[in-house]
């Protein structure tokens, strides 16, 4: 099958900088991905859709300015948490679709980020 | 709006028995996907069966077998001779099948497999 990779896998960062995690189909080229977030003990709720070259969608009640999302080629989607703070804690999960009538997305292993 | 419902937070069964896991849910579309996927604790969404909304046979997929009603709007997951490696959350989704397809998911059901 198709892989999706992560990176970093984890991070912990100070509580008001920035981070950027990197989402990358390897062996596709992936016209949409999804970023989703899932607090511990809970289910994944979908962040934003991107679509590669141009704004993302945000689903209601997250913050665009805060999550800011890029897919900037087919192959690579970026999600920058800004300002962190510790209610950013999560774990953030990305997935790919190649596009078409195809109903297989394809997720990465996840990335956990810790604000501290 | 889709919304999926998943009314077990966790299920216990013994190794080699079968176990069903219950998923309820509700769109106005007629076209739709229905999934599942497994996360382990190491965090990773393994895919496991889909359903489409017009298909006119029950998913399968080795082990795993979707029951899906369609009137009732449900589509259980049955897993068969269960095996400690099936240890995990659960997670049942559905799609839309026009536009991105985004996935909404359900609460998840954590089912633990004993020896």
């Known amino acids: 099958g198709a892989v999706v990779s992560q990176h970093p896998s984890w991070v912990i960062c100070k509580s008001g900088t920035s981070v950027k995690i990197e989402c990358r189909s390897l062996?596709?080229?992936?016209?949409?991905m999804f970023w989703y977030r899932q607090f511990p003990k809970q289910s994944l709720m979908l962040m934003a859709t991107s679509n590669e070259g141009s704004k993302a969608t945000y689903e209601q009640g997250v913050e665009k300015d805060k999550f800011l999302i890029n897919h900037a080629s087919l192959t690579l989607s970026t999600l920058t948490v800004t300002s962190a703070h510790p209610e950013d804690s999560s774990f953030y999960i990305c997935s790919a679709r190649s596009g078409g009538s195809s109903y297989e997305q394809y997720f990465g292993p996840g990335t956990r980020l810790t604000v501290t | 709006a889709q919304k999926i419902t998943q009314t077990q937070p966790g299920m216990f069964v013994q190794e080699k028995e079968a176990v069903t896991l219950d998923c309820t849910y509700d769109t106005s579309d007629p076209s739709y996907g229905l999934f599942w996927y497994k996360q382990p604790s190491s965090g990773e969404m393994i895919f496991l069966i889909y359903?489409?909304?017009?298909?006119?046979q029950n998913a399968t997929e080795g082990r795993y077998s979707l029951n899906f009603q369609k009137a009732r709007k449900s589509a259980n997951l049955v897993i068969s001779a269960s095996q400690l490696g099936d240890s995990a959350m659960y997670f049942c989704a559905m799609s839309q099948n026009t536009g991105f397809q985004k996935l909404v998911f359900g609460t998840g059901t954590r089912l633990l497999v004993s020896p």
């Open positions: 359903q489409g909304s017009y298909d006119q």
């Open positions: 062996d596709f080229q992936a016209t949409t």
